[in-house]
């Protein structure tokens, strides 16, 4: 059974940072490209960043680039995303997503971040 | 950018009902659109890929159509379980994106 399990979340203060996990099982996680994706309070979903199966090249939504990194250790089965210069319009529920040809069939249950002083 | 519009923004359906839900994108994404479903409190679970293809598990009252900028998500008889957000995605050019939603609530 494919799981993502992210953790990491929390409370951070303006210009903070903070480092997001997802741990993956039940696949063979280094075939995959996988996709942070996330969800503001009562909004929409909006794609974050994406890192290939080598972790040699990574995509992000423009309002990120320059603050967030995303990363994995294919031997931990692990995808991370270090958040820095963090701003209110970053808080969230950030999800990990399996992709496949840019269709995420698996999601994790999402992670929150709150951005506030 | 690819701009996705999903309209209309809330659909009030009686259970047993049709519901038709529309996305436009702002030029031509082929058929690389995908259809996922939302409730609260849950991550989104992927309903159609390739615009009209069934996803493992997903029953068949769900419907895809559509190519090009123009879009279809049809529910043929809607079931209590079927109340929620839906959102399109496409995955044909960077930066990914996503419609703004269509609700589906109880009439």
């Known amino acids: 059974e494919v799981q993502l399990v992210e953790s990491g979340g929390g409370l951070v203060q303006p210009g903070g940072s903070l480092r997001l996990s997802c741990e993956a099982s039940g696949f063979t996680f280094s075939n995959y490209w996988m996709s942070w994706v996330r969800q503001a309070p009562g909004k929409g979903l909006e794609w974050v960043a994406n890192v290939k199966q080598d972790g040699g090249d990574n995509y992000y939504v423009d309002s990120v680039k320059g603050r967030f990194t995303i990363s994995r250790d294919n031997a931990k089965n692990e995808l991370y995303l270090q958040m820095n210069s963090l701003r209110a319009e970053d808080t969230a529920v950030y999800y990990c997503a399996r992709v496949e040809r840019g269709i995420y069939e698996y999601w994790g249950q999402g992670v929150l971040v709150t951005v506030s002083s | 950018e690819i701009v996705m519009t999903q309209s209309p923004a809330t659909l009030s359906v009686s259970p047993g009902e049709r519901a038709t839900l529309s996305c436009r994108a702002s030029q031509s994404v082929s058929s690389n659109l995908t259809w996922y479903q939302q409730k609260p409190g849950q991550a989104p679970r992927l309903l159609i890929y390739?615009?009209?293809t069934r996803a493992t598990g997903i029953p068949a009252r769900f419907s895809g159509s559509g190519s090009g900028t123009e879009f279809t998500l049809t529910i043929s008889s809607l079931q209590s379980e079927d109340f929620a957000v839906y959102y399109c995605h496409q995955y044909n050019k960077w930066p990914w994106t996503f419609g703004q939603g269509t609700k589906v609530e109880i009439k």
């Open positions: 390739d615009a009209s």
